[in-house]
């Protein structure tokens, strides 16, 4: 999916949201756990109830691997049943050594491979440029490559004073400071933002408006909304370009809003009840 | 394994290798390709091969995954094969929030959930504390956390100089000035050298002094002897500590040794060739 289709779909949908499929066998309701997949099923019945609401679908890879060999059973069938015209993120935060990488791309945009299909897949960016770059061969797919973190732990090292290995873009930006600023800066040389996002922690509201310093056109992938306790009205007012610019996640919060058999038409509510709130702040901050 | 049990596996084999089992279907000497499991059938003739000369495996997770569901079934036959008195080793680098890195450990650590029950697996710091904690939840299992990788790419963001966010642990030690070292430095708070390694690629030998002045107790898993080009006589001198200290992985080298029939037998050979190397390196060195 290119970034102008991305951006068409949020103005048809007027939304940002991508739907966190952190699918966890010991929380899904328990009458699902008679089907043959559970955790397929859980997932068919939140995508149907929420897809008119989001633009994104982010399976957790995590929760599909630590099942083994029948979690990527689940996996391979949940990424085929989402709608086409959804963007699909593995959130899988994989990098490593440029033929090892060229492996984690193979499985996750690889179909006769792996059986997967993504348009992109989160990579954490320690191990620096050959680490990214094969995931970049595939074309048309996207690196969602991590910034700034959610947790806590990220400030451990992400908000570490570097001195910076390169003068910023333009003349008007602040100086390179943080880490994860850097991140931002030395990536934009192995991609533009066609191809590549970042993921900054909507608990980081406060740093949204220097992170449009220096990436003003790229997407920015958005967790910690919901039961990390993030604000979706300030990462809207600071993290919005004119392309929208922000795909906001939730998880939890939609997906396990409910633990009964209701759970995919209270999960279709609280996802509609943040679409409605989306399109408030599409046409007070889109420019 | 504890740390006393693998360095009585070291004395005992008079050897530090791992060797790396980065299995590639494409790779594979192509009788193996009429077996049931190839990729498995592969990794069991390496491992009979080359058990007398190895103390350690390092599936490469990448390699599995990149076959889907099919890879983890080859993943969880090799790791229930490799001999008891191995250690193992995810090679995986993940690393993600709290609850989801708990996942992961799951994945790796819980032969209830997953199948697979490794010794250790390797994480990635850069989402910091809560992103390793998880892993260190399952009792005598291990994190080896990336400091300084053996790759090009590696430069771009673990040299980076940073303003050290504590004191030295002892007044003798240099200051702390790049971000793997700080990576070391913090990362000692949240588990010692019995729980605790650290990745250094053998194509920074150079830098080994300095880690040991940071991390003298500690093991370090050193990839990149080999295809990569590091010397092992470098990380042996600089490296090796009181209890050997030092995992010397090598991948392609050995395993790929011969693509013919032959390929276990020359594998073999070529691991007894790095092990008689260590035997002598272990004489000069072990103090």
Known sequence: MTKQQLFEQITKKNSYLCVGLDTDIKKIPSHLL???????????????????????????????????????ESLQR?????PQE????????????????????RTFFDKA???LDFDSVTVAPYMGSDSVMPFLEFEGKWVILLALTSNAGGDDFQQLQVNSLQQPI?????????????????????????RMMYVVGAT???????????????????????????SLEEVSKYGMNKQCGLLVNSSRAI?????????????????????????KYLQMYLN
């Not at 955790?39 to 897809?51: K, L, V, Y």
């Not at 609401?53 to 990527?72: H, Q, S, T």
């Not at 980081?204 to 039961?227: M, N, Q, S, T, W």
């Not at 997906?255 to 399109?279: L, P, T």
Request: hydrophobic share 40%; with cysteine.
């Open 255 to 279: 997906i396990y809003a409910s633990s009964g058999e209701d759970f995919a038409q209270v999960a279709a509510k609280e996802a509609q009840a943040v679409q409605q709130e989306m399109e």
């Open 34 to 72: 008679k089907e043959k997949d559970p955790i397929f099923e859980f997932n068919r019945q939140i995508i149907d109830a929420t897809a008119e609401f989001a633009v994104a679908y982010k399976p957790n890879i995590a929760f599909y691997e630590a099942l083994g060999a029948k979690g990527w």
């Open 113 to 115: 491979s792996s059986g």
């Open 86 to 105: 959804c963007f699909t993120i593995a959130d899988a935060k994989r990098g490593d050594i440029g033929n090892t990488s060229g492996l984690y791309a």
């Open 170 to 194: 333009t003349s008007n930006q602040s100086p390179v400071t943080s880490l994860y600023e850097q991140v931002i800066l030395t990536s934009q040389k192995w991609a533009d933002s066609e």
């Open 204 to 230: 980081k509201a406060d740093k949204l408006l220097k992170i449009r310093e220096i990436a003003p056109e790229h997407f920015l992938l958005v967790p910690g909304v919901g039961a990390q306790g993030g």
């Open 78 to 82: 949940t990424i085929e049943y989402i």
